[in-house]
């Protein structure tokens, strides 16, 4: 397995034993291997729609958990940063089982048009992670009510 692979799959273990996460469900988790990748799917034991997936190849990764996701890749980090790029990656999963990570969803009808996903600092504070808006037929239906929802996934 190539080295960054086997750096997150190493890193992910460690943390998986650390971080408290009586709701992650061991029996629908998942690893895969292939010559892509590796694949990690961790489902919560009593809700199936909460999960979190990544992929991770040699040089990026994507992380994904409700419809927010983060990429990572291995050339964005400087040299001054002492902590490699897998171990952010698992860092961001982490934070997630931990419930720290909120998504805001805006919807027109039952359609997700765009989401925002922040973390929260440890005074509560939202810090903006990301912003993934949706080319969907529905962000063209104004006569739809538009609704936003706002979730924060724990696996606690």
Known sequence: MPAARRA??????????????????TEKASIRF?????????????RDDWGIWATVGDRDAIVSTSYAH???FADEQSASEDRPWTTKIVDF??????????????FRGGSPIFVDHFNLDESGERNLLGHTGFLVPARLMVWRPKRTETERLSFQ
Do not use: C, M, N
């Open 8 to 25: 997150f799959y190493d890193e992910l273990r460690r943390v998986l034993a650390v971080v408290e996460a009586p709701q992650l469900s």
């Open 34 to 46: 292939d010559k892509k990748g590796l694949d990690v799917d961790l489902i919560h034991a009593s």
């Open 70 to 72: 983060e990429h990572f």
């Open 93 to 106: 999963i982490a934070e997630v089982l931990r419930g720290e990570v909120e998504v805001r969803t805006t």
